[in-house]
């Protein structure tokens, strides 16, 4: 799946889970599929069976929502491709690996984050800390998996593999494609080669 995790494709039925839950939800549907700037808040809360009164009870703006939007993303590990580092069943450079192994579905919308930041473009600074937060959080992540590799320079190469995976990423949205995943994989496994071999070598002198 290379959308985002737990966002259901319908509208929900009245009644059940809470207001806000349904609201987040529903952003969640809407603002990754269709895009921020292109979905009204009377979209949403049609989506989530609430008014538009009850929706701004729980967030006064826009801009509310799409914080709450994002967060819940973050807070739920929802994006899949970058979850793949918390797979402990696997070996570290399976882990790696892993971030660019391309399904055989489309590659949707692109992360969720990065066209946050594109559509905030300097409008919403707060839409813009959480993106970078999470950026900044995913590539310690990286640099920490590179860690267990024993290379020379886990963050060396956790900065590069980062460069390597946002770009095949968006890329592959661009071009509505998997293939930049694929060629990704291979420059991914080059550099954690060369980078274990400098290890390597730096231990034998």
């Keep these: 799946m290379t959308g985002i995790d737990g966002a259901a494709a319908t509208a929900f039925a009245s009644g059940g889970r809470g207001a806000r839950d349904r609201i987040v939800a529903s952003a969640k549907v809407l603002f990754y599929r269709d895009g921020i700037g292109a979905t009204g808040v009377d979209q ?6 609430v008014s538009k009164r009850t929706l701004y009870k729980h967030f006064a703006t826009k801009g509310d929502l799409v914080q709450a939007y994002l967060r819940d993303i973050d807070a ?3 994006v899949p491709r970058e979850r793949a580092l918390m797979n402990t069943g696997l070996s ?12 055989e579905d489309s590659p949707a919308r692109g992360c969720p984050f990065h066209n946050a930041a594109v559509e905030a473009a300097g409008e919403m600074p707060e839409v ?13 992540r990286l640099i920490a998996t590179c860690a267990e590799l024993g290379v020379a320079d886990p963050r060396e190469l956790g900065h590069q593999l980062a460069v390597v995976f946002e770009g095949a990423a968006a890329l592959s949205t661009t071009l509505n494609s998997t293939s930049p995943m694929k060629y990704a994989r ?7 080669d060369t980078a274990s071999k400098d290890a390597d070598t730096h231990i034998r002198t």
Excluded: C, T, Y
């Excluded at 949403?44 to 069976?49: D, T, Y």
């Excluded at 813009?128 to 310690?140: N, P």
């Design 186 to 192: 291979s420059a991914a496994a080059a550099l954690i």
């Design 128 to 140: 813009e800390d959480i993106v970078h937060a999470h950026k900044l959080s995913f590539v310690e």
């Design 44 to 49: 949403v809360a049609g989506h989530a069976h």
């Design 92 to 103: 570290p450079l399976n882990r790696l690996l892993a971030l660019f192994d391309a399904a």
């Design 76 to 78: 739920n590990q929802a």
